[in-house]
């Protein structure tokens, strides 16, 4: 599986869009790219996946480019309560993820 | 919908004593994990089971780490005997089948004293 680069933290206000791009260069051709959500005392929870150009759901929307070596998780409009852990894996039908260090990110008000 | 069950929430103990974790993953939920998250990184896979068998334990330190899954249910995790080193949180989590999100617990947050 890929190994992921993605920043160590990032800091936003309420209301603003945020991006958090990750780097996943050698990901593998079946590979899918998964965004998990950690709030603190709690476990991750699945927030979007994709395999290439645009995937949006209710709570976020993922751009990958058409040569997968990086994509990036747009959050519309962030509030208080989306300040959590976001963490960008590679993930295939092998059930296996591997988490990296991820993004801590704060909103402020 | 249930979600994932853990227990106990929080767990202390003295080092060398034995520990066991427990979960009940989602019904229907043929894979479930084990994961250790040590504080400001992210969770590690230490074994994953689909339905009763271990698929994956390569992680599993296996001199002192021994989780089972009889009749594919719910899972014991235990340390025995526990160093200081064990303290983190345990997560398990579950899914269905394919590419299917994985579901996580709230996790067992163990000190070792």
């Known amino acids: 599986l890929a190994k992921t680069t993605q920043p160590i933290s990032m800091d936003s206000y309420e209301g603003q869009e945020v991006n958090i791009t990750c780097s996943h260069n050698?990901?593998?051709?079946?590979?899918?790219i998964t965004w998990y959500q950690q709030f603190p005392s709690q476990g991750p929870r699945f927030i979007i996946q994709g395999y290439k150009t645009k995937v949006t759901n209710e709570v976020a929307s993922l751009f990958i480019p058409a040569d997968r070596k990086s994509s990036t998780l747009s959050l519309p409009r962030v509030s208080l309560s989306d300040t959590a852990v976001y963490y960008c894996l590679g993930y295939n039908q092998g059930g296996k993820l591997i988490f990296g260090q991820g993004t801590e990110l704060s909103v402020k008000p | 919908e249930a979600g994932v069950v853990q227990s106990p929430r929080y767990k202390i103990i003295e080092k060398k004593q034995p520990v066991a974790f427990w979960c009940n993953p989602i019904?229907?939920?043929?894979?479930l994990y084990w994961y250790l998250q040590n504080l400001g990184q992210g969770p590690e896979l230490l074994i994953r089971?689909?339905?009763?068998?271990?698929?994956?334990d390569s992680q599993l330190p296996k001199d002192r780490f021994s989780a089972e899954r009889l009749k594919g249910v719910d899972s014991t995790l235990k340390i025995q005997p526990a160093e200081l080193g064990d303290s983190a949180v345990y997560l398990c989590?579950?899914?269905?089948?394919?590419?299917?999100?994985?579901?996580f617990g709230p996790g067992t947050r163990l000190t070792v004293l």
């Open positions: 089971y689909e339905n009763e068998e271990a698929v994956d």
């Open positions: 019904s229907g939920h043929n894979t």
């Open positions: 050698n990901i593998a051709t079946n590979d899918y």
């Open positions: 989590a579950s899914s269905g089948d394919g590419y299917n999100e994985q579901f």
